[in-house]
């Protein structure tokens, strides 16, 4: 399996009433500056916790967007972190082609628009995503690379 900067895994997400309502949360919580930390160790891409000089400048292009960009879109860039410009589905861009990323990429991408469905709460950070998705065995894998593979006591 060849991994390099260059290679990436691509996750698509069926646009429906549930997905629409969720997107807005999910949006958020990835591009929000107090995620990326998380988001950048999750992804496996890049040499640098820096997000403003990762991969093909995809970091540094989500610092100029915000969310309601995202989801008229409005804008539609390849190297987004997560688009909304396909009709049928919403594509989570940021993981790289690390073959141990695979499972908790699949993981992460269903666990963010389900906790953006269930939750009653107003924003997804990165500390209720770890705790919500350590309660949920659907999601082992996703929880046992965040505690294994992330360094969660430095995030903020």
Known sequence: FPSHDNSGIHINIQRNEYTDKAAPKVFEFIHNPSSWKFIKQISKRGATDNPSVS????WKYALRRNVDEWLNKLVSYKYSLITAHKSYAYEIRLFGGHPTVLIPAIQFAHACFIMGYQTKEEKITVK???KWISTRKRYTELYNFIINEIDIK???
């Open 154 to 156: 430095n995030l903020s």
């Open 55 to 58: 991969h093909n400048g995809c």
């Open 128 to 130: 209720s995503f770890i």
